[in-house]
């Protein structure tokens, strides 16, 4: 190691993995704006957050664990552009207010909700400015 290898982790940090907790707000906050499934779940966090990322197994533990809480319901279509039909998942309307909630806590997270831009986050996070 060299200091200049400590330099460039925090000039161009590595991608941080989303835990359970995170996820479930992440995807509630999503599904706030319309149905959506897995691999776009993941997809839109990447474009969105680019210090972001979401393994398959806490995504799909999250999706799973707000399924038996009766907050989101499953269910199968066919998306244009894609092969086979693909789960969807849409919130219950009873739980659209703690839903909210709970993005708003994601959006805090990610430093949205005081009226940073993910990119200005990301650069107070890497040090750059402008």
């Not at 996820?23 to 997809?43: K, N, Q």
């Not at 533990?61 to 789960?87: C, N, Q, T």
């Not at 994601?106 to 430093?111: D, F, I, K, P, V």
Request: with cysteine.
């Amino acid at each position: 190691m060299k200091f200049e290898n400590i330099y460039q982790f925090f000039q161009d940090p590595p991608p941080v993995y989303l835990n359970k907790e995170l996820a479930v707000c992440y995807i509630l906050s999503v599904l706030l704006h319309g149905d959506s499934y897995g691999t776009e779940l993941i997809g839109q966090l990447e474009r969105e957050f680019p210090i972001y990322r979401l393994s398959d197994t806490v995504l799909y533990s999250a999706l799973k664990f707000l399924e038996d809480e009766g907050v989101i319901a499953g269910y199968w279509k066919k998306v244009e552009g894609r092969g086979r039909p693909r789960r969807m998942y849409q919130i219950f309307p009873e739980w659209r207010h703690q839903s909210q909630d709970l993005a708003r806590l994601w959006h805090e997270y990610t430093g949205q909700g005081n009226g940073l831009s993910q990119h200005r986050h990301r650069d107070l996070e890497t040090g750059q400015t402008g």
